[in-house]
């Protein structure tokens, strides 16, 4: 079964969830709509666009601000009655289908590749893992895997113990430099506002064997996504990147966790 690789997706079995399927279908109406909207863009209407989603428009088309929050705007209705129709008749099949809706036929996972995975997910003594090198399949004992943990956060080269969590502290050191940039015109309102990131998240550690070497050690990963510092980096990655393509160097791997 772990044969299938850690992105498999089996087919659900389980009876469909109507908020999240009504969730779903207004997201796809509101897209549907917005590439309705700006389908003839022009000169005039590209301030209009930068306050929707640009998903649908090229960056050919428009020079919208990349680091700038989605709006939540959703276009109005038209007076298309084919696409009002076209919306309603999918909203319409949609109720009837998810409340009728009966388990897939044909499922890509046996009985007991289901009892497996089931059994594998109880299972409190082992960690899966995709490997450092190669993207297999790792299971490790869990002892094994937190005994490695430790033995690299111990590196005092590399790491150091703090009394309490940084976040709140790195997140205003962010927030004071962005409005040193702001009030010297450095980046504009929108930027400011989308680099700043009001809801952060502690890094987290964790490693992934190197099933290729003796004793297997972990390589080590910070996922730094929604930390403090996780939108500047990109922003300083972005430019950084338009630097290297304007001296024709190679392009520059965006490992915004280590920035």
């Known amino acids: 079964m772990l044969k299938k690789g850690l992105k498999f997706c089996p087919t659900n079995n389980k009876p469909i969830n109507l908020v999240q399927a009504y969730t779903d279908f207004n997201i796809f109406s509101r897209r549907v709509r917005l590439a309705h909207h700006f389908h003839n863009l022009t000169e005039e209407s590209e301030d209009e666009i930068d306050n929707a989603d640009n998903m649908f428009i090229s960056q050919e088309q428009t020079n919208a601000n990349k680091f700038k929050e989605k709006s939540g705007w959703t276009p109005p209705v038209t007076h298309h009655r084919e696409f009002e129709y076209f919306l309603s008749n999918i909203d319409s099949q949609m109720q009837t289908t998810a409340h ?50 430790l033995r690299q956060l111990k590196n005092r080269k590399y790491y ?88 024709s160097l190679p392009q520059i791997v965006p490992e915004w966790s280590i920035l």
């Open 100 to 149: 009728n809706c009966k388990k897939p036929k044909h499922q890509n996972f046996n009985k007991k590749e289901w009892q497996a995975m089931t059994s594998l997910h109880q299972n409190t003594e082992i960690v899966i893992q995709q490997a450092g090198k190669g993207g297999a399949v790792v299971i490790l004992n869990r002892a094994e895997y937190i005994n490695e943990c």
């Open 160 to 247: 150091l113990p703090t009394p309490t969590d940084l976040t709140k502290k790195h997140a205003s050191e962010v927030e004071n430099l962005l409005k040193h940039c702001r009030q010297k015109g450095t980046i504009d309102q929108d930027t400011y506002l989308y680099l700043k990131n009001k809801h952060h998240r502690r890094p987290t550690f964790y490693i992934l064997p190197k099933i290729h070497k003796p004793d297997r050690p972990g390589r080590p990963i910070i996922s730094a996504i929604d930390s403090p510092t996780d939108r500047i980096s990109q922003y300083v990655d972005h430019h950084l990147n338009k630097l290297a393509k304007a001296v």
